[in-house]
């Protein structure tokens, strides 16, 4: 199992691109939880404990949305697209395939 899970992390990292921080993590479904966290990027956000606002690395995850390996890659592929045109990346070959994923599942509301 952790066997797999790291092959398919590393696969993804190959995917994503030099920038990417690929970590899996498995989900209550006994599902993959993809995480894509960027290199350069950071989000703001807030420490309940302190109350202060803390820089994390930008990263694919959304809590409670669907972090399986496509929809993780599709929003990484977009964050690539947007922040750093000028990176290459092997998933940005698939960015028609991604935009055309995200229409469909604007369309299904
Ligand atoms: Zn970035």
Redesign the pocket.
């Known amino acids: 199992m952790a066997t797999t899970r790291s092959a398919r992390a590393r696969k993804a990292a190959a995917e994503a691109g030099a920038?990417s921080a690929v970590t899996i993590d498995v989900g209550a479904d006994d599902s993959f939880v993809y995480r894509i966290a960027?290199?350069?990027?950071t989000t703001a956000a807030s420490a309940r404990a302190t109350g202060r606002t803390e820089r994390r690395p930008?990263s694919t995850y959304r809590p409670g949305a669907d972090n399986g390996y496509l929809a993780a890659m599709d929003r990484w592929t977009f964050?690539?697209t947007e922040?750093?045109p000028d990176e290459d990346a092997p998933c940005l070959a698939y960015l028609e395939a991604a935009q055309q994923r995200l229409h469909e599942r604007r369309d299904q509301g």
């Not at 960027?38 to 990027?41: I, S, V």
């Open positions: 920038l960027c290199a350069q990027c930008w964050h690539l922040r750093h």
